[in-house]
């Protein structure tokens, strides 16, 4: 079986989590500290704040922005559910803004046209692994003055223009174990503000500023040394492992028929989180039988957008029609991509997608 995803654990992470538990310092320590000061250089920011997961990690930053009841979040319907659910959580409306159909990001000229007086902030979710088009979001925030808090829970060590995601707005990353880097569960937040990483560090930790002093409501979104120790030796591999993702579908683009491969415009450096084609014509389902048969495993992210989930429908009201996105459910299928394939896998990839025919 090739699987769509494999985690990469070494004996560095085993050794750092024995290292760990016989330190006796378990919970939010000073494995968590040097893991978000080295994640805080990755992302080229001032600080990054570790919590328990990507979710947790884009609630906080939201609630740190001061976004709550009545406000409104502009973001993709095209995304995992927790970039909406966050803004939720926090009381305010997600608003959703159709995608490009060429990078599956929010398209950037659409968005003035959802902004209301209740609108706060903008979340683009930079898909996949390629980021958003970071100067056109910046200059709709700083005419409207809208706070950005980027969804790059996909996006660790992607770049704009040389920048890296994460450093543009507030950033959010996901650790999940799928990421192009893990800590096994966790997230982290990214910003070169101090007050905003004051107050996330303060709603990490049920509003505490001084032991067992509340000067607002918080959470425990602690992060524990055992996932920090993980995180941090994941983080010392994360250029190898984009660069092995860059090469696999780099092999994919070349030798790859019959399918629209993914392309990065100009100044965008993918990370690959997910190789994601498209399969016009009806034919993506069949297309992922056919790699099932062939022991190959695929992925259709996302097979229903947000504003389409039941949820969203009959409980919040959501009525809308987005056609790019909703025509990018029906057709996007994710190839493995992952650092663990071999050159043979590669290949046996490339045959089954060119030998299918329907
Ligand atoms: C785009 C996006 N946003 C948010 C999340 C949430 O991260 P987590 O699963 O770590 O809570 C994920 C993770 O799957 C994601 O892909």
Known sequence: MIPIAKPQMGSEEKQAVLEVLDSGI??????????EESFAEMCGVQHAIATSSGTTALHVALLAHGIGDGDEVITSPFTFIASANSILFTGAH????????VTFNIDPTKIEAAITPKTKAIMPVHLFGLTCDMDMIIAIA????????????????????????????TGTFSLYPTKNIT???????????????????VIRQHGMRRRYYHDELGFNFRMTDVHA??????????????AARAANAKFYDEHLQGVITPTAPAGYKHIYHQYTIRVPNGKRDALRAHLKERDIGSGVYYPLCIHKQPYYIKDLGYDQTLPVAEQATREVLSLPVHPALSQEDLETVVAAVNGFSE
């Open 183 to 201: 800590s096994a569960e966790g997230g982290m937040i990214t910003t070169n503000d101090d007050a905003i990483a004051e107050s996330c560090r």
């Open 26 to 35: 378990i919970a939010q320590g000073p494995r968590v500290k040097a893991f």
């Open 94 to 101: 997600p608003v959703f803004v159709d995608i490009d159909p």
């Open 229 to 242: 120790a993980i995180g941090l030796a994941q983080l010392q591999k994360l250029e190898r492992f984009n």
């Open 142 to 169: 700083e005419k409207h003055n809208l706070i950005v808090i980027e969804d790059a829970c996909q996006a660790h060590g992607a770049e704009y223009h040389g920048k890296r995601a994460g450093s543009f707005g």
